[in-house]
């Protein structure tokens, strides 16, 4: 405690860091503030039966988590800045299909510019699709005809599109702000703060729960954060998890001879490859895709079929939603690893540096090389990361875990939130570190990170 203490004094005492840590609280606080704004025109003590909608988890709860709440409160952040993250995916994966857009990768700070644009852009127009569909959802959620002050009229439905879009772009300039100016990871910190905004009303539904059973509750609530604990810290080791390829670069070598053997330091270098490389996004295109089963179902109307996958894929905690889920990470995982790790281009980089692998020929060998590394580690990965997505399921069903808290033990809200901390630790080390003092993580700096 008094490390800490000791630690808080010295961040307390570079200016420019505290002022971004103040900067960045002071914006999230703006964040949480709009998400209570209800939208103009609603009622918002009519919103007692829509936001028990999402008490109990589900694919509603999920959605409201990612915006902290502002979906269930109809507020004016209800898209949250998850049209934004849709829109960056897509122009990502399209990065991979379309010419104009590879060319902006390679053209450096006027091409990455020019590519915040296009997503921004692509972000509004998601918007505009976005709002009326959430508009005219409100009914069919819960939400009672009296709880539209003015009715649904045209002038109540465009005034709303509007308010909502510019939800979205405003929490999008946070975001921006706080990367720029603040500590860093602004899109992901309003997503983070979002999803912990839900944790104490989640936990204290479980304790109630767990309290109001007759014999063992407060032993079931030691051991379900003994189990967290354990989850948190393998999520851990999944994010930092990296498998070091040496290098060695021929040009350095004769240069550097005689002041490595002076120094006792070896010229030999590494290539970090992450177990997990494609990080949350394996599983939230697999949570997009989840809906397909339940839509298709309503296209078999009554029958059996129909039924069958309405009645199995509705429930995010049944067997048949997470055993298509997992398989749905694991294809995504080697998929978004795919297009993301280019070996090729890392083997191209490092013959142009006049670096090699030991044993290994520059060129077409090395990259084929990096590619079955990044397949073999890949796998396990994959599996891990399917794991953590489905454990939320095997809580709720083996030990009657109340579903809201069960959604923290797993999935893309728990990797969100230790990824983001991750970053904002080393964000906060790099600031120390550059100022002589100790990191927040012993030995000062987290660069030591797993290996495999």
Known sequence: MNKFIDIVKKILKIKELKNRILFTLGLLLVYRLGAQIVLPGIDSLELTAFNSRFDGGGLLGILNAFTGGAFGNASVFALGIMPYISASIVVQLMGVALPYLQKLQKEGESGRKKITQITRWLTIFICIIQAPAYLYSLTALGVPESAFIFGRSPIFLISAVIILVTG???????????????????????????????????????????????????????????????????????????????????????????????????SRQYIPLKLNSSGVMPIIFAQALMFAPVTIGGFFGSTNFGQWLQANFSDIFGLWYNVLFGLLCIIFTFFYTAITVPTNKMSDDLKRSGGFVPGIRPGNETAEYLDSVMSYITFPGSLYLAAIAVFPAIVVQLIGMQQGWALFYGGTSLLIMVGVAIDTIQQVNAYLLNHHYDGLMKSGSMRNKPQI
Not at 180 to 206: E, H, M, R, Y
Not at 209 to 214: E, F, L, N, T, V
């Open 168 to 266: 979205t772009v405003f929490a999008m300039w946070l975001g921006e702000k706080i990367t720029d100016k603040g500590i860093g990871n602004g899109i992901s910190l309003l997503i983070t703060v979002g999803i912990v905004a839900s944790l104490p009303l989640s936990f204290t539904q479980n304790l109630i729960s767990r309290i109001s059973q007759s014999n063992g509750g407060l032993i079931m609530v030691v051991i379900e954060l003994a189990v967290w604990l354990i989850i948190i810290i393998l999520s851990i080791l999944l994010v930092m998890a990296v498998r070091q390829i040496p290098v060695q670069y021929a040009r350095r070598n004769s240069i550097s001879s005689n002041a490595q053997s002076n120094t006792g330091m070896s």
